[in-house]
């Protein structure tokens, strides 16, 4: 049966008052690669964002699974709407007995933030369903992509992972982690999953953090907190997240003084991925 998302959709954003639901089909110009058919409002414009998408599917591949995907079957479509916003992105995909079957992509707002932000956004939820061949959860899907985004958004993201904490709206991470749906609160849960999203990246690294969902998908959270971070239980874990929060969350020194004995980090500092 295919698995598609829907209403679900992987990759579902929010670009500063802008709540991305449907793009118009566009009547306009069109560029390919290997990976990528873009349509949009010229050709400049297409060829331009599918050069960033299949260079960020490159490297974004590289940073989380250590080595490039194999080229798609068919190329992923993109539709472009340029606008004077920021911007926003949605990506859907069908799924089949653990496989990909298909997606497709839309952005919007302006083409310089299109650029720098939605498609690699955007792009790393494919390798995230590549990786899976399946739906990743929520929180993870969209906190562990926004690390691919530029420094103007991270920034941004820190700011509102600051003002989660101040109004105490972070959600208790054994029910983050089991959200099927969007919360009302959508910003304040892009920011949590952000910020565990970059904490277990800084202690363990991106392929680390892919198993660890990947088994806590086909087991427990307890369990493969357990196996991977050497914590004991998701509890356990937030409350290594939350003391890594109050030391700042900025270095691996950080993660080294939040973690104490508990656990050891073993790779080097990840906090964000190398710019495309």
Same mark, same amino acid.
């Given at each position: ?14 670009? =500063? !008052?802008?709540?991305?639901?449907? +793009?118009?089909?566009?009547? !306009? ?12 409002? #010229? ?57 990909? %079957? ?14 720098? #932000? ?5 792009? %790393? ?22 690390? #691919? ?46 910020? =565990?999203?970059?904490?277990? =990246? ?28 050497? +914590? !004991? ?25 939040? +973690? ?12 964000? #991925?190398?710019?495309?």
């Amino acid at each position: 049966m295919d698995a598609r998302c829907g209403g679900r959709a992987r990759g579902f954003r929010w670009g =500063i !008052g802008l709540l991305l639901l449907e +793009l118009p089909l566009l009547a !306009g110009a069109s560029a390919r690669t290997t990976n990528f058919v873009v349509e949009a409002s #010229s050709t400049e414009v297409a060829r331009q964002i599918a050069e960033r998408a299949e260079a960020c599917r490159r490297d974004i591949a590289v940073a989380w699974l250590g080595q490039e995907l194999p080229n798609w079957p068919r190329p992923c479509p993109i539709r472009v709407q340029l606008t004077r916003g920021e911007a926003g992105g949605l990506t859907s995909f069908g799924f089949h007995l653990g496989r990909v %079957t298909d997606q497709s992509m839309k952005v919007e707002g302006r083409l310089e933030r299109i650029l720098a #932000s939605a498609i690699p956004h955007e792009v %790393t939820h494919t390798i995230f369903a590549a990786y899976l061949g399946g739906p990743m959860p929520r929180w993870a899907d969209e906190g562990a992509s926004l690390l #691919s985004e530029d420094e103007r958004e991270l920034a941004r993201h820190d700011q509102i992972v600051a003002d989660l904490f101040q109004r105490r709206g972070e959600f208790p991470l054994a029910r983050l982690f089991v959200m099927e749906e969007y919360p009302t609160d959508l910003m304040g849960f892009y920011g949590q999953g952000y910020s =565990i999203s970059r904490f277990l =990246i800084e202690i363990g690294g991106r392929p680390r953090f892919l198993r660890f969902v990947r088994d806590a998908q086909r087991q427990d959270w307890d369990a493969a907190t357990q196996a991977h971070y050497s +914590l !004991g239980d998701v509890r356990e874990l937030e409350r290594a997240w939350l003391a890594w929060c109050r030391v700042g969350g900025r270095s691996h020194a950080s993660v080294a003084l939040a +973690l104490g004995d508990q656990a050891r980090p073993t790779a080097p500092a990840d906090r964000r #991925s190398p710019a495309p």
